[in-house]
């Protein structure tokens, strides 16, 4: 019976908590947010603009039609409490500004995705406009020649 | 008896109030001066002059780009703030990132100044390529700051635009 309920009793006490906060930046990649991009217009906005204000892309697809940037921010933080020990952290956000050129290097699209609580990139055809999906586009090259 | 006690109370909260400066000091801003970009740029890259500096030159110094656009008339650069001419070990790496973890986690960068002091004078910047990925991880993990240089030429492979930008942390 003592046994149970101390088992009860560290079962019920354990607890976990995520509290939401403002999005900010702890570590990582300078983020590309919007006044960082505000210069980005489309069908005006040249590669080599983006190039020098923002840097290397993290991902260059469809010979170098789409440029992908990959920045990650703090959304919440959780702690988990049990018998005895606790731990806790930062959730975080990813980010993606996904920008297309169009034959002359000029920006025909560009957006900002987000990635709830995952860090992982989307599958490369996400990233991709409907009519590259459909097949109009070359296909896909992961990195830039070098 | 009450005037003891008023005593005993004020004595408390000129403690408190003490212990709350030294941790007001304790708390610090991080000092950006030695991995700000325009520091960087003068101490490490100051013979990229636009209108004058060639490509070669650039190839010479820098070493085969990290990525090349539009035909080779861009080209972009990797670059990690790392320790000087040495691979770090494990255990170096290791004390690096709980120092770091440290110092983020308890807001107090003493030790990362520090190493960003000692990192202007003996550091150097080290270009990170697919090639090199794998055998300076260590470093690339450990980087103090990390930095986009790209350098855009004319068909006379003549520097005509280049932009440095500190892209991390």
């Not at chain 1, 731990?87 to 560009?110: C, M, T």
């Not at chain 2, 909260?13 to 304790?26: D, G, H, P, T, V």
Request: with cysteine.
């Amino acid at each position: 019976m003592k046994i149970l309920l101390a088992f009860l009793l560290i079962l019920f006490s354990s607890a976990c908590v995520v509290i939401p906060t403002p999005e900010h930046r702890d570590h990582g990649r300078v983020p590309c947010d919007d006044e960082k991009t505000a210069f980005m217009v489309k069908d005006t906005t040249t590669k080599e603009e983006i190039l020098l204000k923002l840097g290397e892309p993290d991902l260059v697809l469809n010979q170098e039609r789409t440029f992908v940037y990959r920045w990650e921010m703090v959304a919440a933080y959780f702690f988990v409490g049990g018998y005895g020990a606790g731990a806790g952290g930062p959730i975080q956000r990813s980010h993606f500004l996904i920008i297309e050129f169009d034959d002359n290097n000029i920006v025909s699209r560009h957006e900002v995705r987000e990635s709830v609580f995952t860090s992982r990139t989307p599958p490369v055809e996400t990233l991709k406009s409907p009519q590259q999906s459909s097949g109009t586009m070359p296909p896909a090259s992961p990195k830039p020649s070098s | 008896m009450r005037k003891a006690s008023v005593r005993s109370c004020c004595r408390i909260l000129l403690i408190f109030l003490s212990l709350l400066s030294l941790m007001a000091c304790a708390h610090g801003n991080l000092d950006e001066t030695f991995v700000s970009a325009p520091y960087v740029r003068e101490r490490w890259l100051p013979y990229l002059v636009d209108g004058k500096t060639e490509r070669n030159e650039i190839i010479q110094r820098l070493g085969e780009p990290s990525s090349k656009f539009q035909s080779g008339t861009i080209l972009g650069y990797r670059l990690i703030l790392v320790e000087e001419g040495r691979d770090i070990s494990e255990e170096e790496y290791r004390i690096i990132l709980v120092n770091l973890e440290t110092a983020y986690l308890n807001r107090y960068f003493g030790w990362v100044d520090e190493r960003r002091k000692l990192l202007s004078e003996k550091g150097t910047l080290l270009i990170v390529k697919e090639q090199n990925k794998e055998e300076k991880l260590l470093e690339i993990l450990s980087r103090e700051a990390e930095y986009s240089l790209v350098l855009v030429f004319d068909d006379q492979d003549i520097l005509t635009t280049n932009s440095l930008r500190r892209i991390m942390p």
